[in-house]
T-cell receptor, first 112, second 114 residues
């Protein structure tokens, strides 16, 4: 499986933007970049995904480098509820809906 | 908003006993998954299920594990003879039958083997 590298932890102040980086230097042409998060004592939750172009939704933005070897999840205004583990996952779609493979993710702490 | 429902939320069982974890996926979803998360560790893929058969499984999913969709709504994970190391949070997930769509996860069942 193609791998991702994320910082173990990050800290942010409430109401400030947060940029969560992810490196995926071995990404292939059929890998989509997915982000999920896991709030304390809950199951993982979808955040956003993209292939080449930057993506926006109500939760976050995803900025993808031109060479696709890295990406950044952007939370525009962190709230206490955004404290979670954020997972950057490469999903190979060449053979259908392959399962998500989770790494260790980045633990985001939000300070009031 | 539709959600994936898992029961029970917590199950305690004795080593060697069989357990069945139950999941009700979102109604129009056709891809189903089981994951587990040992306390303090990462979320691990167990098995995926589509069109009434296993489509992919991990090394963890050995002969002690089985999955079933006994009716049109439930999706179950059975562990035949539980071991202490099976203690974990088990998450069910489902997704629509469309390309590269997001997976929706349940709240999990905490399995404790004593």
């Amino acid at each position: 499986d193609a791998k991702t590298t994320q910082p173990n932890s990050m800290e942010s102040n409430e109401e400030e933007p947060v940029h969560l980086p992810c490196n995926h230097s071995t990404i292939s042409g059929t890998d989509y970049i997915h982000w999920y998060r896991q709030l304390p004592s809950q199951g993982p939750e979808y955040v956003i995904h993209g292939l080449t172009s930057n993506v926006n939704n109500r939760m976050a933005s995803l900025a993808i480098a031109e060479d696709r070897k890295s990406s950044t999840l952007i939370l525009h205004r962190a709230t206490l509820r955004d404290a979670a583990v954020y997972y950057c996952i490469l999903r190979d779609v060449s053979s259908g809906n392959t399962p998500l493979v989770f790494g260790k993710g980045t633990r985001l702490s939000v300070i009031a | 908003e539709p959600e994936v429902t898992q029961t029970p939320s917590h199950q305690v069982t004795q080593m060697g006993q069989e357990v069945i974890l139950r999941c009700v996926p979102i109604s129009n979803h056709l891809y189903f998954y089981w994951y587990r998360q040992i306390l303090g560790q990462k979320v691990e893929f167990l098995v995926s299920f589509y069109n009434n058969e296993i489509s992919e499984k991990s090394e963890i999913f050995d002969d002690q594990f089985s999955v079933e969709r006994p009716d049109g709504s439930n999706f179950t994970l059975k562990i035949r003879s539980t071991k202490l190391e099976d203690s974990a949070m088990y998450f069910c997930a489902s997704s629509e039958p469309t390309f590269n769509t997001e997976a929706f996860f349940g709240q999990g069942t905490r399995l404790t083997v004593v």
